[in-house]
């Protein structure tokens, strides 16, 4: 095996040998290595309110499905009496060497399934030598995650996810920001210009945002405050209702908003925060020409996250923007939306290699990233097994999710004939 990092003849084969040997002695992995049984377990370790806006869908849970479906629709088809001794994982992407092609996907209001769940996450990432997407609605300031995942690697790859607020003031900030924590790519989120209708969260009445869950990108930046304080000036204050869950939600407030507790309780700031974060979060009039003013606020690679169309994607081509995720949000946007895996067959065939495909939404195995890879995927971007294994066991837990899945990309690779995942296509695969 070459030492470079090139060759990863032994990922799969490490990674069952380590928890074969422990077996030996009686100890079975904390995170379980199919995805069945750690959605499972990762759903009785979490609360109602966790549960339901990581885990939940919208509307009827017909998209998550047709994820699933779209994928079991394409088959696998080994070649054998093939030299796959020495298999090669590693990618390039906008400039940085990877030895994998996948990354951790952001998951917003990520704290409800672990206490600033983005730095562990940053950890397990960094760990892993994999990109994170961190999230614009974490539960850490991005430069808290940076930080945490330069003291596990120097230069540790990351990447920054932005939900364009109303006020582009916040932007530039954000994207300021980012450029300076080391962002290698700023990916642009699409979809969510509105929250799509999803009732597990309803159902409980829960938003975690109103909590002040999910808004520490904004807290943590003053333009955001400046904004706020502009807000309160003139404002006449409501008196709100007193209510048991009124009182929760102000705790919340106050625990999640920097400052001292006691003064976060009775000081207007803090829900004056998340009133302005609810007003402001994100514009249903973002259009093609805010994305060439992002153009103009930076000279990182733009990534355009929730591509399902290949006519988006062959505008985004034609305004040189440098990539796309395709995906409908793991699911949680449109009831009854087309599959990432059948939206990316069409769209790699209308780019033709034009900009770099990732994918995201359903994906959940080693397998299943073969498959996107023979598919066209440039790279896969992971978001529930991680945050189910972060539910389980912090750090340690999201590093073991992706990292079982990265041995079964390396085992699939092997046993299917193949030893470089940037050779792969679809003659290694048969539509069913």
Same mark, same amino acid.
Do not use: K
């Given at each position: 095996m070459r030492h470079n990092g090139a060759m990863t003849s032994s990922i799969g084969r490490a990674r069952q040998n380590e928890i074969y040997r422990a077996g030996i002695h009686g100890r079975s992995p904390s995170i379980p290595t199919d995805f069945a049984t750690l959605e499972e377990r990762a759903r009785a370790a979490m609360s109602a309110r966790g549960w339901a806006y990581i885990a939940g869908g919208a509307g009827e849970g017909r998209t998550m499905a047709a994820? $699933?479906?779209?994928? !079991? $629709?394409?088959?696998?088809?080994?070649?054998?009496? $093939? !030299? +796959?001794? %020495? &298999?090669? /994982?590693? *990618?390039? /992407?906008?400039? #940085? +060497?990877?030895?994998?092609?996948?990354?951790?996907?952001?998951?917003?209001?990520?704290?409800?399934?672990? !206490?600033?769940?983005?730095?562990? *996450?940053?950890?397990?990432?960094?760990? /892993?030598?994999?990109?994170? *997407?961190?999230?614009? #609605?974490?539960?850490?300031?991005? %430069?808290?995650?940076?930080?945490?995942? %330069?003291?596990?690697?120097?230069?540790?790859?990351?990447?920054?996810?932005?939900?364009?607020? +109303?006020? !582009? &003031? /916040?932007?530039?900030?954000?994207?300021?920001?980012a450029e300076k924590m080391g962002a290698a790519a700023i990916v642009v989120t699409l979809d969510t210009t509105m929250l799509g209708w999803r009732p597990q969260d309803l159902n409980l009445g829960s938003l975690p945002f109103a909590r002040a869950e999910g808004i520490d990108q904004y807290t943590s930046d003053p333009t955001f405050w400046e904004i706020v304080s502009e807000r309160l000036k003139g404002a006449v204050a409501a008196k709100p209702e007193v209510s048991i869950g009124a009182i929760k939600t102000l705790l919340s407030i106050a625990r999640n908003v920097p400052g001292d507790l006691r003064k976060n309780l009775t000081a207007p700031e803090p829900r004056a925060a998340v009133e302005t974060f609810l007003d402001i979060y994100s514009r249903p009039s973002l259009d093609w020409d805010d994305i060439l003013t992002l153009r103009e606020m930076t000279d990182l690679p733009i990534v355009l996250k929730g591509v399902l169309h290949p006519d988006d994607a062959r505008k985004a081509v034609e305004l040189g923007i440098d990539g796309i995720v395709v995906s409908n949000h793991g699911g949680r946007q449109v009831d009854g939306s087309i599959s990432s895996t059948d939206a990316l067959v069409d769209i790699v065939d209308a780019v033709k290699g034009q900009l770099k495909i990732l994918v995201d939404s359903g994906f959940y195995t080693g397998s299943d990233v073969f498959k996107a890879l023979a598919l066209g995927a440039d790279a896969v971007c992971i978001g529930r097994p991680h945050m189910y294994g972060l539910a389980l066991n912090g750090a340690d837990g999201a590093r073991d999710a992706v990292a079982n899945i990265l041995a079964e990309l390396d085992l699939t690779l092997g046993l299917s004939g193949h030893t470089d995942v940037n050779a792969l296509d679809r003659s290694a695969l048969k539509r069913l």
């Open positions: 994820n $699933r479906d779209a994928l !079991d $629709r394409w088959a696998i088809v080994p070649r054998v009496l $093939r !030299d +796959t001794s %020495e &298999r090669s /994982l590693q *990618i390039e /992407l906008f400039g #940085q +060497t990877l030895p994998a092609p996948i990354l951790f996907s952001p998951v917003g209001a990520g704290a409800l399934a672990h !206490d600033r769940a983005d730095v562990h *996450i940053g950890h397990a990432a960094a760990e /892993l030598g994999l990109p994170y *997407i961190f999230s614009n #609605q974490g539960c850490a300031p991005m %430069e808290d995650v940076a930080a945490e995942m %330069e003291s596990v690697r120097q230069g540790a790859p990351r990447w920054f996810q932005l939900y364009w607020s +109303t006020d !582009d &003031r /916040l932007v530039r900030s954000l994207v300021s920001r």
